[in-house]
């Protein structure tokens, strides 16, 4: 493919997608265009090198925030620099990269010819959370301090977690001996196809509680409000996402916390517009002005600035204050945006009489442009040789 894909539109997801509609979009277009499935399609590799390399990007914020704000400068992936031939290096960083990920070793199993993992009887680490989180433009721009309260899923006290009634134990699923998968048949002509499903017994949990737990029904699970203290720093737009380690749901039998990601949406003002990092605003001003030429003072989020109107200005100019836009802190140091000002005006259709009066004493001292009143005198002289009847 001779022009780099932006990494969204490779996935086919929103720039606010979550991860795990990030992830469900890469197992499709893994699944489709996987070599081992298409040995036929030379172009099968390419797709299948540049959706992982989509997925490498998108599912790390780090890298996600920088492609977000840099694009393809901002960001490295070690798949962008394998040739789609050597499919060994591309298994190789593939693995890499699901390494701690059920999906991986689930498409593993599909792909690569490894076995399904049954389900883990030791600690299991939390899942992580994603909520969304509203400022103000002004904070936005200005970074700020913030306490929000986070719904999360903490081991029940009255069960440790287990889900089962005080006293009692949840026991192992005869149907599937406790692995949480079965293996399915089923008979296609010639073809016997055999997959593995979640056991339908125990839901894919692997065991079965005659007695659940009163207080969280079964789930070992309770709902509970955590406050945070939430840093916001300055200049950051909407879909920037802050990552907060070990505080999304806690983990079962002793396992670690998820992770919990802050995705900020910023509310429009309504004056000033963001587009990058420049601030724009439109504004009015009365059409001499803008023919004689003066100075307007105009208000920025950083205090009122004075702006030089230049003699004859036309509609919709766009007049710049440097460094007056959205300052913020980058991987290379402080970036600066600009204070864009777009200018209007128009013919007032109302006027008071001193207005009227100042109007009038120009229009009897300003004349016709000469060019277009000798365009005129021999238009008028044509008309009358012609004999016109006026």
């Given amino acids: 493919m001779s022009q780099k894909r932006d990494y969204y539109e490779v996935l086919g997801v929103s720039k606010d997608a979550s991860e795990d509609e990030i992830k469900k979009a890469f197992r499709k277009l893994a699944m489709e265009y996987h070599p081992d499935r298409n040995p036929d399609n030379p172009d099968a590799a390419e797709k299948f090198k540049e959706a992982t390399e989509a997925y490498d990007i998108l599912s790390n914020d780090e890298k996600r925030n920088s492609y977000d704000r840099f ?160 840093e916001i720093p300055p200049g950051v737009d909407s879909g920037f996402r802050l990552r907060i380690r070990n505080k999304g749901e806690e983990g079962r039998l002793g396992g670690s916390r998820g992770d919990l990601q802050i995705r900020l949406l910023v509310e429009p003002h309504s004056f000033y517009k963001r587009q990058a990092d420049n601030i724009i605003v439109e504004i009015d001003i009365p059409y001499p002005l803008a023919i004689l030429g003066g100075e307007l003072v105009v208000p920025t989020p950083y205090g009122p600035e004075k702006v030089k109107i230049p003699r004859k200005t036309k509609e919709g100019s766009v007049l710049r204050l440097q460094r007056k836009g959205i300052q913020r802190k980058t991987q290379y140091g402080m970036n600066y945006g600009d204070f864009l000002i777009v200018v209007h005006y128009s013919v007032p259709e109302r006027i008071s009489e001193e207005e009227k009066a100042k109007l009038t004493e120009l229009n009897e001292i300003m004349k016709i442009p000469s060019k277009q009143s000798k365009m005129f005198d021999e238009l008028i002289k044509e008309a009358k040789e012609n004999k016109v009847d006026y």
């Fill in 71 to 230: 694009g393809f400068s901002g960001v490295h992936s070690d798949f962008s620099s394998v040739n789609s031939g050597d499919f060994s290096t591309i298994s190789d960083l593939f693995s890499s990269l699901f390494r701690d990920d059920f999906m991986g070793d689930d498409l593993f199993s599909q792909f690569f010819g490894g076995r399904r993992r049954s389900r883990p009887s030791g600690p299991q680490k939390g899942s992580d959370l994603l909520m969304n989180y509203q400022i103000t433009f002004i904070e936005a721009l200005y970074g700020t301090k913030k306490v929000v309260e986070v719904p999360i899923k903490k081991e029940c006290e009255s069960c440790k977690g287990s889900g089962a009634h005080e006293g009692t134990q949840p026991k192992k699923c005869d149907s599937c001996q406790g692995q949480g998968v079965e293996t399915v048949t089923r008979q296609m002509g010639f073809t016997r196809y055999i997959s593995q499903q979640a056991c339908s017994k125990c839901q894919g949990t692997g065991e079965i509680i005659d007695k659940p737990c009163k207080t969280c029904k079964g789930s070992g699970r309770s709902k509970e409000n955590e406050r945070l203290k939430l």
